[in-house]
């Protein structure tokens, strides 16, 4: 199989990215919670440090929700019936979410904590 040029490869990853956007209600919210941290970054004027922090936890916490996605879609191509094993996958996945959300809450506390008090 013949590789995609390099631009092909990239416009298939940032319509994956869009379709996201589109469809996927998380998503959605957790983008709006990625953009309230740029506007922070800038008003309160954060130091690199902070910033990298504050963006690094922001794009995990995307990029597991798109992570979990993959995984949910997956497994309803493998299993459309309802099936214990496969809600038990889905569930870890929607866990590991859960729990990169927390910590990036918890770089938040901590990074914007100085800058608000």
């Known amino acids: 199989m013949k590789k ?3 631009h092909k490869s990239f416009l298939h990853a940032f319509q994956g990215i869009f379709q996201m ?3 996927e209600r998380n998503f959605q919210i957790e983008l ?3 953009f309230i941290n740029l506007f922070f970054i800038f008003y309160f004027n954060l130091s690199g440090t902070d910033t990298a922090l504050v963006l690094m936890a ?3 916490v995307l990029s597991a929700e798109i992570f979990n996605t993959a995984i949910e879609r997956i497994c309803d191509i493998i299993q459309p019936d309802f ?3 496969i809600g ?3 569930d870890i996945s929607a866990g590991a979410v859960l729990l990169m959300a927390a910590g990036a809450v918890v770089v938040g506390i ?3 904590w100085k800058y608000l008090f």
């Open 4 to 6: 995609p040029l390099i």
């Open 21 to 23: 956007v589109l469809t």
């Open 32 to 34: 709006v919670a990625f």
């Open 58 to 60: 922001s794009v995990a």
């Open 83 to 85: 099936d214990k094993r």
């Open 88 to 90: 038990f996958i889905k």
């Open 110 to 112: 901590i990074v914007y």
